[in-house]
Structure formats: structure tokens, C-alpha cells
């Protein structure tokens, strides 16, 4: 099936510094990728949708200006925290989605486990 | 305001056995519903899903099952397998909406 790769897979930075994550489809062109929050013991909250080429939709209460995504290719998007602290420390995952359906299947990533100190 | 529920966190089952994850949810827009299965360190991996037009879909040991008027659906997986020991999400989805909203999940464990 198809393949959805993120790096890195676990950082740990300071506060006050920015962190990017990479969300790659291996083997398929992603028209639209998703970004993904899980904090503890919750589920996975859409941050945001990435179409390639355009300026991403976020959520409701997700800072666009703290959470930078640039979906520059059909096959990685990046999402970058800016300015990280403590509470910025997550599971964040991505998924792409081959169609331009939303009953098309969408396809997660492995997960970035971001540590802020 | 959690629109997708799984109220049993961890659900326990002998091998063999069926296995039922329930799910409830608030937002009657959704018309799309999805389970997907997660093992640790990995992404959800889809298992299954349903219209809200049907009422049952089955594939192979896995059946989804919709009850539209009470906002619920239910996972039932017979016979149960060790293999089957993971963490399991229920998701919905409608139309005019891209992503998709996720329950807390069920870890369910499948005991020899």
C-alpha cells in the first residue's frame, strides 16, 4: 500500500526555538496532506489541511503563524513549529490523501514526537 | 466539545472470541465513518469504513455496523487474533470537510 514517511521520527529542542517536520509520500502523489495533533491520552486533532500549491486551512484555534506548513511538491509537505515551548510538545502526525475526494483514502505517517524543554 | 466518542479506553478479549468497539458520535453532518487500527510508534493504518447509507459493511473478519437514529457505530471483529491487539480509532468525516475527526481510541487486547 502506500507509503507516508515523516522525519524526524522524535526531537527534543529548547524553548524558544523552531522545529521543522517533514511529511513525505513515498510512492504516490499526495494532492492534499493533513496535519495531525494527539496530546496524551486524547485523540488526533486536525491542525490544519495542506493542498499543494496553496496556502493551507487550519483549524479553528490553531495559530497559522505559529504553526507554519508549506506544501511545496505533490509528494512532502513540512509543518514548522516557531518559536516551540513546553506546551508545544506533542505527537504530531501527518496523512496524505491520493484524491481529491474526501471519501478518498488517507494515508498517516509514522508520527513526530516533539519534546520542547 | 468531543464530536467522535470512544468511551472504553481498553476492552479485553480472549482469542477467538468477537471482539465489539463501540463509537458514538454528536455531529449528524458526518456521512462518512472510518476505523483505523494503530500499532505503537506507527500511524493509523485504515481497517474499514461505512456511508452513512449502508448500515452494515463487512471485509473478511471485520464488520462495521451504523445506527444512524442513535449517532452510533460499532466494530466487530471475529474471530479475534493476537495479531489484533492494538490501538483502534474510530473517525467520521462529511462532505465540505477535508479532514477527519477522531475518537480517543480503544487499545484493545486480544489474551491467548
Known amino acids: 500500500g502506500a507509503v507516508v514517511s515523516q522525519h524526524p521520527s522524535w526531537v527534543i529542542c529548547k524553548s524558544g526555538t523552531s522545529v521543522k517536520i517533514e511529511c513525505r509520500s513515498l510512492?504516490?502523489?499526495?494532492?492534499?496532506m493533513f496535519w495531525y495533533r494527539q496530546f496524551p491520552k486524547q485523540s488526533l486533532m486536525l491542525m490544519a489541511t495542506?493542498?499543494?500549491?496553496?496556502?493551507?486551512?487550519?483549524e479553528q484555534g490553531v495559530e497559522k503563524d505559529k504553526f507554519l506548513i508549506n506544501h511545496a511538491s505533490l509528494t512532502l509537505s513540512t509543518l514548522t513549529v516557531t518559536s516551540a515551548h513546553p506546551e508545544d510538545s506533542s505527537f504530531y502526525i501527518c496523512?496524505?490523501?491520493?484524491?481529491?475526494?474526501?471519501?478518498?483514502?488517507?494515508?498517516f505517517g509514522p508520527g513526530t514526537r516533539l519534546t520542547v524543554l | 466539545d468531543q464530536q467522535v466518542k470512544q468511551n472504553s479506553p481498553s476492552l479485553s478479549v480472549q482469542e477467538g472470541r468477537i471482539s465489539i468497539l463501540n463509537c458514538d458520535y454528536t455531529?449528524?453532518?458526518?456521512?462518512?465513518f472510518l476505523w483505523y487500527k494503530k500499532y505503537p510508534a506507527e500511524g493509523p493504518t485504515f481497517l474499514i469504513s461505512?456511508?452513512?447509507?449502508?448500515d452494515k459493511n463487512e471485509d473478511g473478519r471485520f464488520t462495521v455496523f451504523l445506527n444512524k437514529s442513535a449517532k452510533h457505530l460499532s466494530l466487530h471483529i471475529v474471530p479475534s487474533q493476537p495479531g489484533d491487539s492494538a490501538v483502534y480509532f474510530c473517525?467520521?468525516?462529511?462532505?465540505?470537510?477535508?479532514?477527519?475527526?477522531f475518537g480517543k481510541g480503544t487499545h484493545l487486547i486480544i489474551q491467548p
Open positions: 496523512s496524505a490523501r491520493v484524491g481529491a475526494g474526501v471519501s478518498d483514502e488517507q494515508f
Open positions: 510512492d504516490f502523489q499526495a494532492t492534499t
Open positions: 495542506s493542498n499543494e500549491g496553496s496556502k493551507a486551512t487550519y
Open positions: 455531529n449528524s453532518m458526518f456521512d462518512y
Open positions: 461505512i456511508s452513512s447509507i449502508k
Open positions: 473517525a467520521a468525516m462529511y462532505r465540505g470537510a477535508d479532514g477527519l475527526t
